[in-house]
């Protein structure tokens, strides 16, 4: 009887011990520093494609280079799709691990029945190769919540990073969030600036543009020399600092484009409209790298 109970304690013990080897590890550690830095990159990232997306339909709505944004469309559209499934299931070829966190993935069923509702629309654009009127209302109507409900995400996103990996640099974590929102500002001011360009809701796309690109601006800087009411710690490693620079040097070209939409009241034209078609991908381009630099230091 002493032997059986004996095997017994010994048979739990070792089956305890197998148990946490294989389940405890992955489900304490979480996400490390370097996996917490991918998964705000690319769900940062989202909230910039939900803005390029409706840029590019308003590009094609305007009719500047139909052929390559009808192309570009097809293909933000997509990785969009591809990298909500990744942040939800985990992915391989983007490099994120599966979201386990029961908040965030309420947050994110939220965005999937968003995107259910805008991806037809813009599928029906991409095959039909061009936008009606109907069509641009809807886009104007649904991409914010969209964007709303995606930020929404990355804050929690953020949140589980300051808590877990990058819980011993929480202003990484911010300036990981807030340099991938820069992404999304480029796309959203030249947004704007075209909904204000084809007449749609001027006033307010005017002034939606004011505050875009003000905050983009002033981001910017934070993320250069710090902002504490942005919880911006500031930027020392000097390869990133160089790179904000150039991000800097775009943006002293770009800005008077946006914002002469604002101080000429909605009247612009259609060189200016071909300038910022040539000249955001640029700035998002250097905005981007920035934050895979930034990434980086998580990865350290």
């Known amino acids: ?15 305890l011990a197998v148990f946490s080897l294989y389940i405890q590890p992955g489900f304490a550690a979480g996400p490390s520093s370097a996996e917490y830095g991918v998964v705000l990159n ?12 409706s840029k590019e339909v308003m590009l094609v709505a305007i009719g500047i ?9 097809k293909n933000t559209s997509a990785l969009f799709d591809k990298t909500i499934k990744g942040l939800r299931n985990g992915s391989k070829e983007l490099r994120l691990p599966p979201t386990s966190s029961k908040r965030i993935l309420r947050q994110l069923d939220k965005i999937d029945k968003l995107w259910m509702g805008f991806y037809p629309n813009i599928q029906t654009i991409i095959s039909a190769k061009k936008v009606s009127a109907d069509q641009i209302s809807a886009i104007a109507a649904n991409n914010l919540p969209l964007l709303k409900e995606m930020n929404k995400a990355v804050g929690l996103y953020e949140k589980d ?3 877990g990996g990058l819980k011993a640099d929480q202003g990484l974590a911010a300036t990981l969030n807030l340099s991938g929102k820069q992404r999304m500002l480029t796309q959203k001011m030249s947004k704007e600036f075209l909904l204000v360009a084809y007449g749609h809701e001027v006033e307010s796309n005017r002034l939606n543009l004011l505050e875009t690109y003000t905050l983009f601006e002033r981001t910017l800087k934070g993320l250069l020399d710090g902002d504490t009411t942005l919880g911006l710690p500031g930027t020392k490693p000097e390869s990133i600092r160089q790179q904000l620079t150039v991000v800097e040097k775009l943006w002293t070209g770009f800005k008077p484009i946006v914002a002469s939409a604002v101080e000429n009241k909605g009247k612009i034209q259609h060189s200016e409209i071909e300038q910022l078609a040539d000249s955001n991908l640029p700035l998002l381009k250097e905005m981007n790298k920035a934050v895979g630099m930034y990434e980086k230091e998580a990865a350290k």
């Open 42 to 53: 690319l769900s940062g990232k989202q909230r910039m494609l939900s803005q390029k997306m």
């Open 1 to 15: 009887m002493l032997f059986l109970k004996h095997c017994n304690k010994t048979f739990l013990l070792l089956l």
């Open 161 to 163: 990073a300051k808590k």
């Open 65 to 73: 280079n139909l052929d390559k944004n009808l192309a570009n469309l």
